[in-house]
């Protein structure tokens, strides 16, 4: 039972432009969203967070959207780099369980120039 | 601060054989979560220790185990190697206490190759 979706396993995007990765769950129980950035033969590293009592966080050309009646959330890269490239993916906790993520399949983003 | 550091980076086993991977948290991070990382199913966690108890844990069959020492260092076994475990085994660390609302951060990773 996959609780933590990414339906889109890659984009390919134009230098400069918005990157939208997408992300659904399922478990109404998590209250905290997470989105890492991963290069192959590496460990994640963290971007961005937002807690279930906000429907917006932005960090520099980040921005985490989150629709709680949907069970959505999206990441917004705006401009994007070539740099940008790399496997995005989201991940989830429960309540209480902050050291447990719940980590969707992951989007190959492909800024090109 | 340094970040999270894992030994060894590779290794090479054979299926029988058991295997101990280790884990350095961010100076000051009393949590420490495994996760194992296959083409297959993706990124799954393990089990997370806090203050060297077990706080949280996985659908992993009993041959993973863990454990965290008094300065929050951190080993992962794995017993009876078998093909399937091949994979990218992840630490993170974080400073949750009681609190959710706390970043894991991961270190590089352990490639396990079972032969």
């Known amino acids: 039972d996959q609780q933590v979706k990414q339906n889109s396993p890659s984009l390919s995007v134009q230098e400069g432009r918005i990157s939208i990765l997408n992300c659904d769950y399922t478990?109404?129980?998590?209250?905290?969203f997470l989105w890492y950035k991963k290069y192959p033969a590496e460990g994640p590293t963290f971007l961005i967070s937002i807690s279930s009592i906000k429907d917006k966080n932005e960090d520099g050309r980040f921005t985490v959207f989150l629709n709680k009646s949907a069970k959505h959330l999206s990441l917004h890269i705006v401009p994007s780099q070539p740099g940008d490239s790399a496997v995005y993916f989201c991940?989830?906790?429960?309540?209480?369980?902050?050291?447990?993520?719940?980590f969707g399949q992951g989007t190959e983003l492909s800024v090109k120039p | 601060k340094a970040g999270v550091t894992q030994t060894p980076r590779y290794l090479i086993k054979t299926r029988g054989q058991q295997v101990t991977l280790s884990c350095s948290p961010i100076?000051?991070?009393?949590?420490v979560s495994w996760y194992q990382q296959t083409p297959g199913q993706g990124l799954q966690f393990l089990f997370e220790?806090?203050?060297?108890?077990?706080?949280n844990k996985g659908n992993f069959p009993g041959r993973f185990s863990g454990r965290q020492f008094s300065n929050s260092r951190s080993e992962m076994n794995v017993s009876t190697l078998e093909l399937g475990d091949s994979a990218l085994y992840l630490c993170a660390s974080s400073n949750a206490g009681t609190s959710n609302y706390n970043e894991q951060f991961f270190g590089p990773g352990t490639r396990l190759t079972v032969l």
């Open positions: 220790y806090f203050s060297e108890t077990q706080r």
């Open positions: 100076s000051g991070h009393r949590s």
């Open positions: 991940a989830a906790s429960a309540q209480n369980q902050g050291g447990k993520l719940i």
């Open positions: 478990n109404s129980m998590f209250d905290y």
